[in-house]
T-cell receptor
Framework: DAKTTQPPSMDCAEGRAANLPCNHS???????VYWYRQIHSQGPQYIIH???NNETNEMASLIITEDRKSSTLILPHATLRDTAVYYC??????????????FGKGTKLSVKP | EAQVTQNPRYLITVTGKKLTVTCSQN?????MSWYRQDPGLGLRQIYY???????DKGDVPEGYKVSRKEKRNFPLILESPSPNQTSLYFC???????????????FGPGTRLTVT
């Protein structure tokens, strides 16, 4: 799996946009970028994924650079409930273990009032 | 409501006493998987199943067993639990495409297991 690098923590004011960066410089041409979040020991929650085009859904937007070496997850109007650890994942072949999501350390986002 | 359920949510047990953690999904997903989460180690895959009667080892299968007799259920069995299996366990499911399982996975709420 391509390795990802994320800042360990970020703060964001409630109501403002939260922009979470991720570097994945070794990503290959057919590998997608996935984002998950985990709210305090709850089950991880899928947010969004993309290949090369920007993507948007009801939770967030995903901006992928043209060279695909980095991406940014955008929560347009962060709320206190968005406080969580956010994981950027580039899954790919992992030997024989299919469907294996490799969660790194992620970014702990703290949304403050 | 589409969901993955796990039972029990919390369990304290003693070394060597066999236990089963159940996982059930109501989305007709073919793919199911078990992870454990430990501080500093992230989530690690224990076992996965591509469909009924098809299971395979993940990254940390030692000390665990699974079965997949029905599509909706994927129980995790610890035949002789040890303290190093104290962890937070998550079950996940996803549909299966022709290229394999998707990575849009639904996770259960977790089971916190303590083995003394």
């Amino acid at each position: 799996d391509a390795k990802t690098t994320q800042p360990p923590s970020m703060d964001c004011a409630e109501g403002r946009a939260a922009n979470l960066p991720c570097n994945h410089s070794t990503i290959s041409g057919n590998e997608y970028v996935y984002w998950y979040r985990q709210i305090h020991s709850q089950g991880p929650q899928y947010i969004i994924h993309g290949l090369k085009n920007n993507e948007t859904n009801e939770m967030a937007s995903l901006i992928i650079t043209e060279d695909r070496k980095s991406s940014t997850l955008i929560l347009p109007h962060a709320t206190l409930r968005d406080t969580a650890v956010y994981y950027c994942i580039v899954p790919g072949g992992h030997g024989g273990s299919q469907g294996n999501l490799i969660f790194g350390k992620g970014t702990k986002l703290s949304v403050k009032p | 409501e589409a969901q993955v359920t796990q039972n029990p949510r919390y369990l304290i047990t003693v070394t060597g006493k066999k236990l089963t953690v159940t996982c059930s999904q109501n989305m007709n997903h073919e793919y199911m998987s078990w992870y454990r989460q430990d501080p500093g180690l992230g989530l690690r895959q224990i076992y996965y199943s591509m469909n009924v009667e098809v299971t395979d080892k993940g990254d940390v299968p030692e000390g665990y067993k699974v079965s997949r007799k029905e599509k909706r259920n994927f129980p995790l069995i610890l035949e002789s639990p040890s303290p190093n299996q104290t962890s937070l366990y998550f079950c996940a499911s996803s549909p299966l495409r022709t290229s394999g399982p998707t990575y849009e996975q639904y996770f259960g709420p977790g089971t916190r297991l303590t083995v003394t």
